[in-house]
């Protein structure tokens, strides 16, 4: 069979360029690729970076569907359904909330593809496709399959070298997908020797590993530093803040390259954090995390939500000057957002307070549902306010670094992608579309 594997364009917010449209890769489609057997042709389209072309004839088409995609996966499954060809969506999406996706495609993919695709693709040669298809349960990480990553085509992307290093999480808060019911339950890690091949097929001394937790099993990540320590790699991840309790840990992520951490921190309000069951985070300690961090020569990037039921007006001014206090590298802001599927969306859906039904407006950039302390144009305007005013140049040149050697990485990333991001993008254009990765690869390693 003629298989096509497509990523839906995303749509940017207000902060947004076209080089976060072209950030990397999709991961999930190119494991996709890699579970595929060799007799059939695979074909990858992201409409981030390059049109669909419907026309093409093939015998199959799978889609990634995140929640803010979702209209735009439908509309491109009605385009290959009208021409006869059988459509298939999976993703972080359709897992959470299959039952509101299911009449748009003729097939689900809910959970990891790993049991599943190869059955999907022969019931589809039988003529014996069924509804939804599902098999995760005591799932191994020995079981998860690497990227593809030979067909990526590296002019295309900010950022091409990324690696996923497990499945889950240990918490499961109740905005974030692992509270849905199709979850993953546990937290499962890729056998350390699988990992370090991925990296030895990346070529290359940058990694981005982009796991939601890449200290959901501290053991196994000890292991996976020590034997990435020899090979002089620059790296970053996501880590939850209860490292702070594993000063261990972090000496030996030092050693072993890593140069940033994302982190999400969420809110520096105690009670906005018990309202959705942050249970990892204490807001007592983040001052001490911030600098066992920073200490150590690490960089980080926090995120915060906005618009938490304990939140009023006065939390962008609060947060922002906790920012600027702690010199905190980089900021990724979100307001607070109700996904189908999660703990929170069925709590809001109890209490009426959902308003908006648009799933492409549920990017963490729209107000969909009633604010308890604030009203719904005050959360759009703070959460406007705050993005501006972190990457004003008198605030970050206040959160300059104290070590010089990270200088040109907080500069490179505050200017010339956050605070003049735009004239960034119109230069790449102007210079050549091949131009903005080679612009932007370096701009990713300077970040990373």
């Known amino acids: 069979m003629k298989i096509k594997l497509i990523q839906p364009a995303m749509l940017p917010r207000p902060m947004d360029t076209m080089l976060k449209t072209r950030m990397s890769p999709s ?34 088409v799978a889609i990634s569907v995140t929640v803010d995609v979702v209209n735009r996966a439908v509309e491109i499954s009605k385009e290959f359904q009208n021409r006869g060809v059988t459509v298939i969506a999976g993703g972080i999406h359709i897992t959470a909330d299959p039952e509101g996706t299911a009449n748009s495609f003729d097939a689900l993919c809910v959970g990891m593809a790993e049991r599943v695709w190869v059955k999907i693709l022969k019931d589809k040669e039988h003529n014996s496709l069924k509804k939804i298809y ?17 067909i990526i085509d590296h002019r295309k992307y900010l950022y091409t070298n990324i690696i996923s290093t497990s499945r ?80 261990e840990l972090l000496d030996e992520m030092k050693e072993a390259g890593c140069q940033s951490l994302f982190i999400g921190f969420e809110s520096i309000n105690s ?3 018990a309202s959705v069951h942050k249970i990892q985070n204490t807001v007592s300690r983040y001052e001490k995390l911030v600098d ?8 980080i990037n926090a995120s915060f939500v906005f618009g938490l039921d304990e939140d009023d007006g006065s939390v962008f001014k609060n947060t922002l000057a906790w920012i600027v206090k702690n010199k905190i590298e980089t900021v990724t802001s979100h307001i607070l957002t109700p996904y189908p599927g999660t703990k929170l969306y069925a709590s809001f859906i109890e209490e009426n307070r959902i308003v908006d039904f648009n799933l492409s ?19 759009y305007k703070g959460y406007l306010w705050i993005y501006k005013e972190v990457y004003t140049f008198k605030y970050i040149m206040k959160r300059l670094p104290k070590s010089k050697k990270q200088w040109i990485p907080f500069l490179a990333f505050n200017f010339f992608y956050r605070k003049f991001g735009k004239v960034t993008e119109l230069l790449c254009n102007i210079v050549s579309f091949e131009n903005i990765g080679r612009f932007s690869r370096w701009l990713a390693y300077s970040i990373k």
């Open 271 to 273: 009670k906005s954090l």
């Open 292 to 299: 066992e961090i920073h200490k150590r020569g690490i960089m």
């Open 27 to 60: 991961l999930a489609l190119l494991t996709i690729a890699n579970l595929t057997p060799k007799e059939h042709q695979v074909i990858i389209e992201n409409e981030n970076v390059a049109k669909i072309d419907f026309d093409e004839p093939v015998d199959l």
């Open 361 to 379: 407006n549920y990017n963490t950039a729209h107000v969909v549902y009633k604010p308890k302390n604030m009203t719904a144009e005050e959360l």
């Open 134 to 150: 599902y098999d995760m349960e005591d799932i191994a990480g020995e079981e998860i399959v690497s990227p593809h990553y030979d």
């Open 168 to 247: 889950g999480c240990p918490f499961q808060c109740d905005f974030c997908y692992n509270s849905c019911k199709n979850a993953l339950e546990t937290y499962v890690n890729r056998p350390v020797d699988d990992v370090i091949k991925d990296i030895k097929a990346l070529k290359t001394t940058h990694i981005m590993f982009i796991d939601d937790n890449f200290i959901g099993n501290p053991k196994w990540t000890k292991e996976l530093l020590k034997a990435i320590k020899p090979l002089k790699l620059k790296w970053n991840a996501a880590v939850t803040s209860n490292i702070v309790d594993m000063p």
